[in-house]
């Protein structure tokens, strides 16, 4: 089996509630999405994507649409069932740009899933427990407002909330202090920061809620500010941005800077860099959410898969993105039921594309 076309597509993501707002002052409205299609000469076609969250990360649409038309004549003629062997080439070809190669990567699962008859979590070590838990991330608004819609999300069966803070200290304390006194027994709090407080501020933040029973997540944006928040708290800490790759998870590892960390599909460049980063926190007996930055029915199909072939102990936990957009890219993708996902039995990703919404590039 040899890659015979790869196509580039381009797709608008509306939010369900109109606005994201994060630290900063970052607002996203629209996501703009890119998919891959991946075409073989035996007739069998996977598909990608990769979808940034504006001013996160650095990766950026267009530049994942440049950088895999750059990265296609390099991959023509290619096995895509040889993943080792299609990262290496990407990796030869190009020097970092991982969110771009993520989305051909997910593809390539896709086309080896639908090649073998098996879907992506048993290729990626078998389905652990019959679904998972998720979180919901919580958009930055007053203190009020964010108790309400943890609430509401609470309704829909949810149990674990990531509020986005980041901003001015003394709101965010109120933000935190007023949602953790709402939690009922049973519900996770994650204050995620996403590198929006300087130092000082989060030190302050983290002395202020030593007292509540809620993880402090990417306080800051260096790693070194982190770890030196981290040596001023007894709070569990996540570290999610900072984490690109197993070197950085090793030398955190080292210095103590954090309980759990989050995997990021697109900014680690793949279900395979991914699944590996996956498989040495298992060993090191670190915890894990499994997501990526955004997406639709297919970055949450991939999402599931790796999330549904991690052993349940070391998931902290993951999300279903499908559920923030109104657009709806393919069939049979995974759907929550009671704040839970489970990934497709059906070979590959286990879905259908929807290709006529998408534009071409």
Known sequence: MRISNIQIYRVDLPLNEGAY????????????????RIETDEGISGYGEFCPLPSYLPAFPEGARAAIAMLTPILIGADPRELGNINR?????????????????????DILGKATDLPIVTLLGGRCGKDY???????????????????????????????????????DIERITAVAAALAPGDVLVADA???????????????????????????VTYEECLAVRGKTDRPFILDEVIDGIAALLRAHA???????????????GLTKARAIRD?????????????????????????????????????????????????????????????????TSPGLGITVLENIFRAV
């Not at 407002?145 to 986005?164: D, I, P, S, T």
């Open 133 to 171: 838990a998720l979180y919901r991330a919580i958009s930055q608004e007053s203190p009020e407002a964010m108790v309400r819609n943890v609430e509401g999300y609470r309704n829909e069966g949810y149990r674990k909330f990531q509020l986005k803070v980041g901003g001015e200290p003394d709101l």
């Open 21 to 36: 707002r994060f630290s900063g002052g970052r607002v996203a409205t629209t996501f703009d999405s890119t998919i891959v």
């Open 89 to 109: 080439l990407m990796d030869e070809a190009l020097r970092g740009h991982g969110y771009a190669k993520s989305a051909i990567d997910i593809a390539c699962w």
């Open 194 to 220: 996403n590198g929006g407080w300087m130092q000082h501020e989060a030190i302050r933040v983290a002395d202020a809620i030593r007292a509540l029973d809620v993880y402090i997540e990417q306080p800051c």
């Open 255 to 269: 210095d103590h800077a954090m309980d759990a960390i989050n995997i990021k599909i697109s900014k680690v460049g």
């Open 280 to 344: 040495v926190c298992v060993s090191l007996g670190i915890a894990m959410t499994i997501e990526d930055q955004w997406g639709s029915d297919i970055i949450t199909a991939a999402i599931a898969h790796l999330a549904h072939s991690t052993p349940s102990r070391f998931l902290f936990s993951s999300t279903d993105f499908n559920s923030y957009v109104t657009l709806r890219t393919a069939t049979g993708a995974p759907v929550r039921k009671d704040g839970r996902l489970a990934a497709s």
